[in-house]
């Protein structure tokens, strides 16, 4: 086993062996399988195995709170974590234990990482005079808090979280209120936000069912922007969204087929398939229906690597939007969603590449409901000034550099990749434009 960024290990007993899967950092493990197969058997297994080492987030959960402001002190939340062990006990996959003490915990440890982070600035500030560099970190958005808002805002969810009278308080269309009034669903997806940004670097994070009020066409939204904020962590999610696994580069599987139960209740050994090749995934397992909203827009880009899914998603919060291979696989989709308008409520659009198309090609296009960029390509919005301006800011942090040298030299260096092989490169991609438009 390759111990690279290995934060823990999933030791499952079967009726043979042991099988042991390294959790590594960056390298979420799904754990998939039909109703009654033990899935959340397994993962109650591992949070009573693990104990302290993960931060367990039970199928049973509640998703509310108990007040509208905060009960846990300092001293209650230190008494929880010594507690922890009693909250992963074997009967938490079946009953809530301690009420709503874990969605206190998390509200808590986000208020106090926005806290210290706040403080940790100004004092550096202090420290060092207002040509301090965490005048521009303070000035990012990249607080615990706005990592949050930005997760939230890339799962489709509206509402937004600030600091208002010392409190974590809800806004939404000029509104605070309290967060123990949001949604179900909003309050879920706040829970496992802050618990995930507050949690300390190698936290490993064991999740069941996290679709529990949560509509298909957030959870995969947000469960991935989760795991692309903390490469630095450990996931094991259980779910019935089978999106999920192929939602996320570079995930494992572990197919659950069953299990063996003994006296009193608890599983003895599973039946359990690890599948590193998504294709492997059986037929059966596949659902037929993937629930969406009824506005779709099919966009061009891989759904593994590609930028283009979070960043429409911030753009089109009301839309559920899904990545496709081509501008090809874009028309088929919205061409045959449209075509069968009578057996369905919802509405497809697609967004594709301009790739240098004639007027008259974009016409075409735009009467089918699929609508070429007024630029070449979305990636097309790094040459703007303002984008610019704030990578080579962020990049001076960094490396302790002038940000106006950096701006310079990539501004030459892009300048210069126009000639030899990156003009080819520009002249085969219009080629490409030009073929698809036809």
């Avoid at 079967?14 to 799904?30: R, Y």
């Avoid at 799962?155 to 309290?178: F, K």
């Avoid at 490396?399 to 126009?418: F, H, P, T, V, Y």
Wanted: negative net charge; charged residues 20%; contains cysteine.
């Amino acid at each position: 086993m390759e111990t690279a960024n290995l934060l823990t290990k999933m030791e499952i007993p079967t009726q043979e062996e042991i099988v042991v899967i390294g959790v590594k950092a960056g390298v979420p493990v799904f754990i998939l399988g039909r109703n009654g197969t033990g899935k959340s058997a397994l993962v109650n297994h591992l949070a009573a195995a693990w104990g302290k080492q993960c931060i367990y987030m039970p199928g049973s959960r509640p998703s509310y709170f108990e007040n509208e402001s905060l009960t846990m002190t300092p001293s209650s939340r230190r008494d929880y974590g010594a507690s922890q062990n009693y909250y992963n006990s074997t009967d938490t996959r079946w009953k809530s234990l301690g009420g709503t003490a874990r969605n206190e915990k998390a509200i808590h440890d986000l208020q106090m990482a926005e806290t210290q982070y706040k403080i940790d600035a100004a004092n550096q500030i202090k420290s060092e005079g207002g040509g301090s560099v965490a005048v521009i970190r303070l000035q990012t958005d990249n607080s615990p808090l706005d990592i949050v808002n930005s997760v939230l805002s890339q799962a489709n969810i509206s509402v937004q979280l600030q600091i208002y009278g010392g409190e974590l308080r809800a806004s939404q269309d000029g509104a605070l209120y309290s967060y123990a009034r949001m949604s179900d669903g909003e309050r879920s997806a706040l829970i496992f936000s802050a618990e995930v940004v507050a949690a300390p670097s190698g936290s490993v994070f064991l999740i069941d069912e996290p679709e529990l009020h949560l509509h298909p066409s957030i959870v995969i939204a947000l469960i991935k922007a989760l795991i692309l904020t903390r490469p630095d962590c450990g996931f094991v999610v259980c779910t019935h969204e089978l999106k999920l696994p192929t939602a996320v580069q570079n995930s494992h599987i572990v197919l659950v087929r069953g299990c063996a139960w003994q006296e009193g209740g608890n599983v003895r050994s599973w039946e359990v398939d690890v599948i590193e090749d998504l294709g492997d995934i059986p037929e059966w397992l596949w659902v037929d229906v993937v629930g969406a909203r009824r506005k779709i827009l099919f966009i061009e880009g891989n759904d593994k690597t590609s930028l283009d899914q979070p960043l429409y998603s911030l753009l089109f919060p009301g839309v559920s939007i899904i990545p496709m291979e081509s501008c090809k696989d874009v028309m088929r989709a919205v061409e045959g969603l449209r075509a069968i308008e009578g057996e369905h409520r919802a509405e497809a659009f697609g967004l594709i590449d301009h790739d240098g198309m004639t007027e008259q090609q974009v016409k075409k296009f735009e009467e089918g409901s699929i609508f070429p960029l007024p630029v070449f390509s979305v990636e097309s919005l790094i040459y703007s000034q303002e984008a610019q301006e704030a990578i080579a800011g962020l990049q001076a942090e960094i490396l302790g550099l002038d940000s106006r040298q950096l701006l310079s030299e990539a501004r030459q260096s892009a300048i210069e990749s126009l000639t030899g092989v990156g003009k080819k490169r520009a002249l085969s991609r219009s080629a490409r434009g030009a073929i698809c438009a036809r």
